[in-house]
């Protein structure tokens, strides 16, 4: 296959310049390599960082576009990798949204599927979710270390998401929370599969079935957030740990790839537990639906705020 060569803007953020390298890009005709809507890649070279930002154009949530965009982005980057035109070492993902990383699954999605007992559609959505989650877990089968910047609030398919990083760093305050229980569901995206191998099957069904919301701080003690920043100070913090570890960064893709060895997780139990997702939800009661559309409500209000 011929390959060109094409070049994205990359940024070197902590010398302040912007700086443009060639990337081996796809056959003639194709689309240029990390140019997305919804999501801003951008490359550092003094940190071998590939550093890339949410910024969805509707609620902060995962709507099937960005979704499409994060699997073209795992593309994106192991086409860079393999072609070794870039040396990407560290991924690093944070959003743009105001006071916000993710509020998880695109609820009035989920809303209309669930009236027009579309179950086809809701395990659909769901199967993507899990297969990028997955395929972060893994590294993408590359010698990479995964971080997620958590700069605001982290809720459902938000959480579960950072739950598939090898490191997450968040600001102090920084809220983390599964609330599927409060509108008669659970999170079907990976939660209860990551944090069992995490906290164990008791800890995380308490977490589950609490709805309740957790402080960064909390998450810090249990293990799952690894550092933490100021507020204001998330991605400094992530610079810091960058240049702090990367002489160990073989030692730690190693140590990761052992630890999925030991306590594997395979896709396919994802995806079961997807399917037992789109069972209970078509179960909802017209009461589940009436809180699941105030949710959507608080959701957009928060949008709203943000453009003003």
Known sequence: MKVDHQSVALDHRSEGVEAEMPLSGASSGKRPLFQFNQLEARYDSNLETLWTYMRPRTRPSFNPDLLREFSQWQDDITQACTAEAVPIHYLVLGSRFPGVFSLGGD?????????AGDRDALAGYGRACVRILHRNMLGLDLPIVTIGLVEGDALGGGFEALLSFNVVIAERGTTFGLPETLFGLFPGMGAHCFLSRRLGAARAEQM???GRTYHAEELYDLGLVHALAERGEGRRAVEDYIRHNRRRHSAHCAIYEASRAINPLP???LEAVVELWAD???????????????????QTRLLDKALD
């Open 208 to 210: 589950i079935l609490s």
């Open 280 to 298: 209970a939800a078509l179960r909802l009661t017209e009461g589940d639906l009436k809180r699941m559309r105030r949710l959507i409500g608080a």
């Open 107 to 115: 609820l009035d999605l989920f809303s209309h599927h669930i009236r």
């Open 267 to 269: 896709l396919s139990e």
